[in-house]
């Protein structure tokens, strides 16, 4: 009983070590990809700057989710901390930009 | 649940040993909490460089200053570096606390190399004139990117006095929230870098 446990717990964990690997590579490619975009100076900063946002958004996602074990059960009361704190994080920005100095 | 007494062995360690104490349980969520009002600390600095970054004075701007390859180099030391201490996690979590060592040890030398960066970068800066006071695109700059590398530095002492202080004792269910919490941290410190090299370093660029 107990060793079938542990061979599945066993198999639990190299999975998640795959997906941390191919998040790495995800990851490492996705800041390349930015890079190359914004030196190659041949799009529209207007296009640009979103993009490269959004690039940046989805990397943290990954970080979040499976580096920092967010999807994992049981991890629901502490997405409410980081929406939270997400949320007066990304109020603050806006505040910053549009209202404090302007 | 695991009691104390029990002889923690490879087949009785628990898949999740962070959690498996109530001890361990209420730091899990503390931390958390703390990653919040960090979140919000790192927003207030990004937002004030945002506001300010085009308020470069008779200094340089954004465009003439950074140095890309450099930052390049130093934003992948540092994802790799999430990646071995993900690693660590998963030797601890096998209760190989040998291995576990091991990949800290690499995710510290990754860590030093990108602060050795950093403050090549900084003095760089300096000498072509661009110092903390230069401007208050230069004030907030310094700010926010010192602010970050001191969160490097942090975690650097952190898993130093982990590695040290628990080099003998060997992996117990005391000492694996400690580890767990610590790599969560940095991973933590790596998300805010991937924020910073796309606001600051990436939209520098394009003006």
Redesign the interface.
């Given at each position: 009983m107990?060793d079938k446990k542990?061979t599945l717990?066993?198999q639990?964990?190299n999975k998640?070590?795959k997906i941390?690997?191919l998040v790495?590579i995800v990851?490492?490619l996705l800041?390349?990809l930015?890079?190359v975009a914004?030196?190659s100076e041949k799009f529209a900063?207007t296009f640009?700057?979103p993009f490269?946002?959004t690039?940046?958004v989805v990397?943290?996602i990954f970080?979040?989710y499976y580096?920092?074990h967010l999807k994992d059960k049981?991890n629901k009361?502490?997405s409410i901390?980081?929406y939270?704190?997400?949320l007066?994080?990304?109020l603050?920005?806006?505040?910053?930009?549009f209202i404090?100095?302007? | 649940m695991i009691s104390n007494t029990t002889k923690l062995t490879r087949e009785n360690f628990p898949i999740n040993p962070e959690r498996a104490t109530l001890e361990g349980q209420n730091k899990y969520l503390g931390f958390w909490f703390f990653l919040c009002g960090e979140t919000v600390l790192f927003a207030c600095l990004i937002g004030t460089y945002l506001a300010l970054k085009n308020s470069y004075s008779t200094g340089l701007s954004s465009n003439e200053l950074f140095e890309y390859p450099l930052i390049l180099i130093a934003t992948i030391f540092l994802l790799t570096s999430s990646l071995t201490s993900a690693l660590a996690v998963y030797e601890m979590k096998r209760f190989k606390f040998v291995n576990m060592q091991l990949w800290f040890f690499i995710t510290v030398l990754l860590g030093c190399s990108f602060l050795a960066l950093e403050v090549y970068e900084f003095i760089h800066y300096v000498d072509k004139g661009f110092k903390f006071t230069t401007s208050p695109f230069s004030s907030s700059f310094y700010t926010l990117v010192g602010f970050h590398g001191a969160h490097v530095s942090f975690g650097i002492l952190w898993f130093l006095t982990l590695m040290l202080r628990n080099a003998k004792s060997g992996l117990s269910l005391v000492n694996a929230p400690k580890y767990y919490l610590a790599s969560l941290y940095w991973h933590f410190v790596d998300v805010v870098w991937v924020f910073i090299f796309t606001v600051v370093y990436l939209l520098g660029m394009v003006g």
């Amino acid at each position: 009983m107990n060793d079938k446990k542990n061979t599945l717990n066993k198999q639990k964990l190299n999975k998640e070590l795959k997906i941390q690997l191919l998040v790495f590579i995800v990851t490492l490619l996705l800041t390349v990809l930015a890079f190359v975009a914004v030196a190659s100076e041949k799009f529209a900063p207007t296009f640009i700057a979103p993009f490269i946002v959004t690039l940046a958004v989805v990397q943290v996602i990954f970080q979040l989710y499976y580096f920092m074990h967010l999807k994992d059960k049981g991890n629901k009361e502490i997405s409410i901390f980081l929406y939270g704190g997400l949320l007066i994080g990304v109020l603050t920005v806006i505040a910053c930009l549009f209202i404090v100095w302007l | 649940m695991i009691s104390n007494t029990t002889k923690l062995t490879r087949e009785n360690f628990p898949i999740n040993p962070e959690r498996a104490t109530l001890e361990g349980q209420n730091k899990y969520l503390g931390f958390w909490f703390f990653l919040c009002g960090e979140t919000v600390l790192f927003a207030c600095l990004i937002g004030t460089y945002l506001a300010l970054k085009n308020s470069y004075s008779t200094g340089l701007s954004s465009n003439e200053l950074f140095e890309y390859p450099l930052i390049l180099i130093a934003t992948i030391f540092l994802l790799t570096s999430s990646l071995t201490s993900a690693l660590a996690v998963y030797e601890m979590k096998r209760f190989k606390f040998v291995n576990m060592q091991l990949w800290f040890f690499i995710t510290v030398l990754l860590g030093c190399s990108f602060l050795a960066l950093e403050v090549y970068e900084f003095i760089h800066y300096v000498d072509k004139g661009f110092k903390f006071t230069t401007s208050p695109f230069s004030s907030s700059f310094y700010t926010l990117v010192g602010f970050h590398g001191a969160h490097v530095s942090f975690g650097i002492l952190w898993f130093l006095t982990l590695m040290l202080r628990n080099a003998k004792s060997g992996l117990s269910l005391v000492n694996a929230p400690k580890y767990y919490l610590a790599s969560l941290y940095w991973h933590f410190v790596d998300v805010v870098w991937v924020f910073i090299f796309t606001v600051v370093y990436l939209l520098g660029m394009v003006g």
